[in-house]
Structures are given as structure tokens and as C-alpha cells.
């Protein structure tokens, strides 16, 4: 039995859903598109009330999601909802290429058609008029210059080549940002009706007036001779700017009161910040002083020192307030990205605020969020409003961006807890986005090279980093921030694979390459020890799984490789102290770190900072003045465990003393070894550095100077005032002092004379005492007007060979100019020194203190 067949019905869809707020935030093409298209009036009037109660950041982001789903027709039916600059700022911004042209074109916001004519001019005859005019109507002429150039572009405005140059010479003149002002006659000033100067109440046709200024930006703009960042600029000077940008087809032009509520709560931020900064800065330049002039410490000694310091109560309030300001300014920017790069748009000092805050970021260890924000920026591409807008400031593609990569590393090592392979992965993730988004400061292999030097480095193996850092000076910044990235995870992946020395060598011999090379090392260490602090502050710092425990041995192989290049610190500015600051914030991690890693060897971790400190603060020191500076540094070196017996001695004598270890090759260790058992060495200031020059002299160090001080008081208990009195009876040339004070002991300490003749024979005995002998005679005659017969005479009135060899050793240190004057002169005289000379050359050859090419060069005049 057939059915009876049913006519087909026309399939009818549902309506749209009415364009409400949970629809829009959807920001669905097959959504939200047809809601919007079939918008009445009424639901357009709702919608517009409920997007005004929402927050600026909220309606923003929602905008932002819209501009990126939506074709132009449906953006323009928003116009009336979110305000027409609004949707323009976020099409040109968000929107895919073809809808953010349609929606111009739409819009009207492309440049006006003009009736105007071509001259039939070539560009560089449009010029070359343009300049002739301009000189000749428009310079010079105060106020009515602004007419005199409104004149021009009208009567020009179909040669484009003409106008931009026009808007060349009056930008570079002052004379353009006072065009669009109400001393031009109120062009673009405007009332309820419209603009209050028209073709009706104008001497002027002010309708060609304004279109051919706009002519003539958009002009300029496409020639190149003026950015949109510029007209930008001059937009935050004078409202009307918006207009004619809007007419130039340049958006985002003006500040509104979002972007001036923007641009306050960011610098209120930022100042926060700063303050918190350079509060801590000062802290730690008082650190750097007070290390220098505490005497030389031990590592461990060198880091409970600076945690003292820094938990103590009159300072602990400072570095929590820089910890908390960053995490504030960090949070900031990243609640608030698209309101705060809005506002960088239209103002150039909004940018500049940007920068501050990803530079101080970047420093002190948020590098996330700036790697977050430089993808951003750069997202649109070179020619977007943003990327433009951050164009000029280079340092985003130097040092921030490689602060920021190390910094990253960083933050992700802590928060995966020390795993280098999860870190990795999650920073090349990144590293991808940022590549993508700025492929001008990336090679084109950066990514792939990149990633295989990030992988080996969390594998332990640093060699392939290394071949790659030999190449910094040349690599891209995008390769840059990769090299500051993998110094980071190197430490880490060397401290698991027990590659240490391998890494060490690796970074140490790079940090001595360059002063580029040696402020990314810095860079590094700062960021990494900035995480650690916020580590601590937030309490995941100590345990198994802290930062102590998974870190903090990298941090101190970093700090250990850059020991061996200190002074890269204290160059940039001449300030020793802000190497020993620098080091400080290390110390202060490391330090801390001490407390929650009992089982790793302290001289592993603090290996090498020591001689930082050691050596900036023989630099450094300074007279100790006032009793409360005295007593701070008490407190400090008595909470780092020195003796109390010593650390009267280690604060009056530091300098001396960090020069005696350094001078005699002793351990902080050693000094206070000796400070302990020979108090009076640093008692008072001087002693220290008599009895340094009275061991140099008698060529005594390390581990053999205790032992020279112990015969020194078998001979004379007060030994140490007793070399202090005699200091002032030694000559001035260091050289014969040192002979004046072996002569002493000889005379004085026969048993420290014993000591020091078995431990340097050469600097006694008959022979030496011909050198000594031979560098008082030179010094009398080798400065004479007839110096050269004066040592010619020395040479032949004594024929000692160690006499002779000394004498043309001196001769030597003077270079070989001086040696072959010497020979050229003496030559001349005939035979008068000619056999002295000859002699006394084989003696120095067998003695070693001439080559034989020197040699050879002086008897070449015999």
C-alpha cells in the first residue's frame, strides 16, 4: 500500500539570539555575527547600556575578541555600542588583514578622493618646489606661516611627492603641530553642529583646507618622512589631530579618558616600583661598602654576612617592598595588557612607561610577563600601530630581551621545580611564539638551533652552547636571548650531570669575550638570584622540592664562572662597590640557601665569589668614620661567625688586609689565622701592610707566612711595631725597599732570616746581593744625561756576572728601544765599553735575563 507522500517544506532556521553580553563574549562567527546583523534598535540601546557599565579592561578585551572574529559590515553595527574610534583601534589592531581593509574602505577612513589634478611633475621636481615654495611662502613667517602652508598643499594637493616633503620641512620647522591648533583659525575645532569653521564663515574654502592637510599626512606617511607613531605623538597635543588622522586613515589617534585613567594607574605602579628599587639600590651600595671594609671573609662567612644584612630588622622592610612592588607592576601589566598597550598606541610616553616597567621586570625576574608582552607587540606585525609604536626603543631587542629570556628560565625552573626538560619545553614554547610574532630579530634557523642548544644544555652538555656563544657578538637577539636562556639551564643541567668544570670553562671564557658578553653573564646571575628571593618571599624557597635545594647550586656555578671576570661589574660606572652589590644578591640567595642544603659542600656552591668581593673591595675601601659605622660592622661580621677576637683587627686593617692576601696568595682563612695569633699585625692601620712588604720582600706566602710570623716573634715579640717604625727609613723605589728590609732582617730576626733563606735562597747570599747592589746603582745613573757612559761604566767596574746580568735586565725592562740605544751609543765610543759590553751580554744569556735575540741585536754594534 503506497503512503501518501508529503509536499517538502522549506526548512526555516531559528532566529538569531538577541546580541546580549554572554553572546558577544562568545565571539562566534555563526553566533554572535548573525545576532549582531539582525540587531533592532531597542537591543542595540540595551546593549549599549550594558557594554558602558562594564570596566575599561572588560570592554576592551571584549572588543579585542569581537575585531578578531568579525567581518567589517557587523564591526561597523558595534560602532554605535563601543564608540567608532573604539572598533577602529581594535580592527586595526586585532582584525585579519581583508576585513580590517574592507572595514577602512567601509568606514571612510582611507584618504578622501580628491578632485585635485596631477602637476605632471616628477617626484623629485615635486620635491625640489616644495622646497623653493617653502623657503620662500613659509619660513620665517611666524603665525601666517600656518596659512601660507595651507595655501600650498591646497594649490599641490594632487602631487603627493610635493605635499610630503611640504610635511618634511614644516615637522622639522615646528610649524606642522601648530597647523591643527586654534591659532590656525579653529580648522578642526568643532561645536553641537559640526565644525565651527566652514566654507560659509571662512575667508577660505576650509572644506579643501582640511582635505588637503589630511592629503598631505597620509602623503607623508607613505613616503616614509613621517611615522604614524609621529602624528600619534602630536595627537596627544592638539584634539584635532584625531581628526585628521581619522580623515588619514590613521587610528588610535588621541588619548581619551580610558587611556589617561590607564597611563595613571600604570605610573603610580611603575613610581611604586622604582621607589622600592632604588631604595634597595641604596641598601646595597651601603652592602658593598660595608663587605669591602670588613676584611677578608671565607665564603660561608661572606654569605652569612649579607643575609644579616639584608634580614635585618632596619632593612628587611626594603628588599619586601622590591619583592612585593614587582609582583604588583607584574600583575599590573598583565591584568591590564590590552588597556596598557592601547594607551602606548596613542601616547609616546605611555610607551615609555611600558619599557620602564619591562626593563625592571626583566632585571628582577618576571621575564615571562615581558616575553608575554614583546610577543604582543610584535604580533601584528612591523607595520601594526603597536609594533610601530615600540619601534624606536632598541633596548627591547638588547638587554631586556636577553634579561627577560634568563629570567624566564629561570621562573620556569623554580615553578617545575628544578625539572630542566619541563622548563625547556615551556620556554620554547614561548620562544616559537616570539620568533613567530617577530621574525625581524630572528634568523631563520634561530628556532630549530635554538632549541637543540636548549635541550643539550638541560642535558648537561654545554659544548654546543659554547660553539654557538663564540659567535654572540654576531648573532641575532633573538639567538641572544637564547645564549641568556641557556646559561640558566645549563647550571641546572650541569649541576644533574656533574659537568660542572665543563660548564664553569663555558661561561667564564665567554664572559671574558666582550662587554656585551659579560652583561648578559651579570644579567643572569641578577635574575636568576631576583627569583629566588620571590622564591623566598612566597615560601617555596627550602624543602626538597625549593629553590634551595634545586637551584641554588646553579646559581652558585654561575656565580662561580663570573668570579673569573669581576671586574666586567664595576668598569661600566667606576663603582667597585656595585660589583660587590651585585654579588650581594647572590650571596643573599646563596646565604640563605646554606641553611636548607646542609649536604652540599658550601665550597662547591659559594665557589669563587669570594675573590669578588676580595678583589673589588681592595678597591673599595674606605676610611671607616663614626662610631655607629664601627659598631654596624661588628654586629654584621660577629653574626658571620668571625672571631670576636679578630674583628676589631679585620675592620681597622681591611684593605691592608685584603691586599696582604691578595699580595702573599693567602686564604681568608689564613688571614684571620693570623690575626688570631698575631693580633698586633692588624691593631692599628699600617701594621698590616709593613708586615705584607717585609714578607713580599723576603719572599715568603701561603701557607709559609703563619710560619714566618711565628720567627719573626721568636725574635722579637713586637715584631709588627717594630717593621712599622723601620717602614719610614725605606727607600721609595720598591725595589731597593725590599732590599733594605731583607738587609734589616739579616741585621735584626736571624731566625725569620733562616726561614726565609730556605724558602728563597735567591733572594740572599752573595749573588743577590749583586742584583741588589746593581738596582741602586742603575737607579742613580740610569737617569742621567749621560746615562748610557754611566752604565757603560757600571758594566765595566764590576765583573760580577749576577752584577752585570741584573744591570742589563733593567736595561730590558725598558724596552728594546732603550737596550739598542744603550748598544748604538756605547759603540761609538770604540773600545772604551766595547769588551764590558760583550761580556755582560753572555752573562745576562746564561742568566736568563736577556733572550738571545736581544742579544744578538746588541752585539750587533760590537
Request: net charge negative; no cysteine.
Amino acid at each position: 500500500m503506497n503512503m501518501p507522500v508529503e509536499p517538502t517544506r522549506d526548512y526555516t532556521p531559528p532566529p538569531p539570539p538577541p546580541p546580549t553580553l554572554d553572546v558577544l563574549r562568545q565571539a562566534d562567527p555563526a553566533t554572535t555575527g548573525p545576532a549582531i546583523d539582525a540587531m533592532t534598535p531597542e537591543q542595540q540601546a540595551t546593549l549599549t547600556n550594558d557594554v558602558a557599565d562594564l570596566g575599561v579592561s572588560e570592554r576592551t578585551d571584549l572588543l579585542n575578541g569581537l575585531a578578531a572574529q568579525l567581518d567589517a559590515g557587523q564591526l561597523q553595527r558595534l560602532e554605535p555600542v563601543f564608540g567608532a574610534d573604539a572598533v577602529l583601534s581594535a580592527v586595526q589592531t586585532r582584525s585579519p588583514a581583508a576585513v580590517r581593509e574592507t572595514y577602512e574602505q567601509q568606514a571612510g577612513a582611507g584618504l578622501a578622493a580628491t578632485t585635485a589634478e596631477p602637476s605632471g611633475r616628477t617626484s623629485t621636481e615635486q620635491r625640489a618646489d616644495a622646497a623653493t615654495d617653502y623657503a620662500e611662502r613659509v619660513e620665517g613667517q611666524a603665525i601666517m606661516s600656518q596659512h601660507a602652508l595651507g595655501d600650498l598643499m591646497v594649490a599641490n594637493a594632487g602631487d603627493p611627492a610635493y605635499l610630503a616633503e611640504l610635511v618634511r620641512l614644516a615637522n622639522e620647522d615646528g610649524v606642522l603641530e601648530q597647523v591643527v591648533s586654534p591659532m590656525y583659525g579653529g580648522l578642526y575645532e568643532r561645536d553641537d553642529s559640526g565644525y565651527v569653521v566652514t566654507n560659509a564663515n571662512a575667508s577660505f574654502d576650509a572644506d579643501a583646507r582640511r582635505e588637503a592637510f589630511s592629503l598631505a599626512i597620509g602623503a607623508a606617511v607613505d613616503g616614509g618622512v613621517l611615522s604614524e607613531t609621529d602624528v600619534r605623538a602630536l595627537g596627544n597635543q592638539q584634539t584635532g589631530w584625531a581628526d585628521v588622522a581619522g580623515r588619514a586613515g590613521i587610528g588610535q589617534v588621541g588619548a581619551t579618558d580610558a587611556t589617561r585613567t590607564t597611563a595613571t594607574d600604570l605610573g603610580n605602579v611603575l613610581d611604586t616600583y622604582a621607589d622600592a628599587a632604588d631604595d634597595v639600590a641604596k641598601l646595597d651600595e651601603q652592602l658593598g661598602g660595608l663587605l669591602a671594609q670588613a676584611g677578608p671573609m671565607t665564603p660561608e662567612q661572606q654569605a652569612a654576612f649579607v643575609t644579616a644584612f639584608r634580614t635585618d630588622p632596619e632593612n628587611a622592610g626594603t628588599y619586601t617592598r622590591l619583592t612585593e612592588a614587582t609582583a604588583s607592576l607584574a600583575d599590573h601589566v598583565t591584568q591590564n595588557t590590552d588597556a596598557v598597550l592601547d594607551a602606548a598606541v596613542r601616547d609616546p610616553a605611555v610607551a615609555q612607561q611600558v619599557v620602564d616597567a619591562m626593563t625592571g621586570l626583566a632585571q628582577d625576574g618576571r621575564g615571562e610577563e615581558v616575553i608575554a608582552l614583546l610577543t604582543e607587540i610584535n604580533a601584528g606585525g612591523p607595520t601594526s600601530a603597536l609594533a610601530e609604536a615600540f619601534a624606536g626603543f632598541d633596548e627591547l631587542s638588547g638587554p631586556v630581551l636577553e634579561d627577560a629570556a634568563s629570567s624566564a628560565m629561570a621562573q620556569l625552573l623554580e615553578r617545575n621545580n628544578g625539572d630542566v626538560s619541563a622548563a625547556s619545553a615551556q620556554f620554547q614554547t614561548a620562544l616559537q611564539s616570539l620568533v613567530q610574532a617577530w621574525p625581524a630579530k630572528a634568523g631563520v634557523d634561530d628556532f630549530r638551533i635554538g632549541s637543540q642548544l636548549l635541550n643539550a644544555a638541560a642535558g648537561g652538555d654545554v659544548s654546543a652552547l659554547q660553539g654557538y656563544l663564540n659567535q654572540y657578538q654576531t648573532v641575532s637577539p633573538i639567538m641572544r636571548a637564547v645564549a641568556g636562556a641557556g646559561v640558566v639551564l645549563g647550571a641546572v643541567g650541569a649541576v644533574n650531570a656533574g659537568t660542572n668544570e665543563d660548564y664553569v670553562n663555558m661561561v667564564a671564557g665567554f664572559a671574558q669575550s666582550g662587554e656585551n658578553a659579560a652583561r648578559l653573564v651579570a644579567g643572569t646571575m641578577g635574575g636568576m638570584a631576583a627569583v629566588g628571593e620571590a622564591a623566598q618571599a612566597a615560601g617555596r624557597f627550602a624543602g626538597a622540592a625549593g629553590f634551595a635545594a634545586k637551584l641554588a647550586p646553579g646559581l652558585g656555578l654561575i656565580a662561580n664562572s663570573a668570579s673569573l671576570v669581576n671586574s666586567f661589574n664595576h668598569a661600566a660606572d667606576g663603582n667597585p662597590g656595585y660589583a660587590i652589590a651585585m654579588f650581594g644578591d647572590v650571596l643573599g640567595v646563596m646565604g640563605s640557601a646554606l641553611e636548607f642544603t646542609p649536604v652540599a659542600p658550601a665550597g662547591f656552591i659559594l665557589s669563587g665569589i669570594g675573590a669578588v668581593i676580595s678583589a673589588a673591595g681592595s678597591f673599595a675601601g674606605e676610611i671607616i668614620n663614626g662610631h655607629e659605622r664601627r659598631e654596624t660592622l661588628e654586629k654584621y661580621l660577629t653574626a658571620a661567625g668571625v672571631d670576636p677576637q679578630i674583628v676589631d683587627e679585620m675592620i681597622s686593617s681591611s684593605s691592608q688586609l685584603f691586599e696582604m692576601s691578595e699580595t702573599l696568595d693567602l686564604t681568608p682563612e689564613q688571614v684571620q689565622s693570623l690575626l688570631m695569633a698575631y693580633p698586633d699585625i692588624g691593631g692599628a692601620p699600617g701594621l698590616a701592610g709593613k708586615f705584607t712588604d717585609v714578607a713580599a720582600a723576603a719572599g715568603i706566602s701561603g701557607s709559609d707566612v703563619q710560619d714566618f710570623a711565628a720567627a719573626l716573634a721568636a725574635d722579637n715579640p713586637n715584631f709588627a711595631w717594630d717593621l712599622m717604625g723601620i717602614a719610614s727609613y725605606a727607600p721609595s723605589n720598591p725595589g731597593e725597599a725590599a732590599t733594605f728590609y731583607r738587609n734589616y732582617l739579616e741585621g735584626s730576626y736571624p731566625e725569620a732570616t733562616t726561614l726565609a733563606q730556605s724558602l728563597s735562597p735567591d733572594l740572599f747570599g752573595d749573588a743577590a746581593q749583586q742584583r741588589d747592589l746593581a738596582l741602586a746603582d742603575y737607579n742613580r745613573s740610569g737617569s742621567s744625561m749621560s746615562w748610557e757612559m754611566e752604565i757603560g761604566n757600571l758594566l765595566k767596574n764590576n765583573d760580577d756576572p749576577a752584577y752585570r746580568a741584573e744591570v742589563l735586565r733593567l736595561l730590558a725592562e725598558g724596552g728594546d728601544q732603550r737596550l739598542e740605544m744603550f748598544a748604538q751609543l756605547t759603540s761609538g765610543y770604540g773600545d772604551t765599553w766595547s769588551g764590558a759590553v760583550r761580556e755582560s751580554v753572555a752573562d745576562a744569556v746564561e742568566a736568563g735575563t736577556l733572550s738571545q735575540s736581544q742579544a744578538d741585536m746588541v752585539l750587533g754594534y760590537f
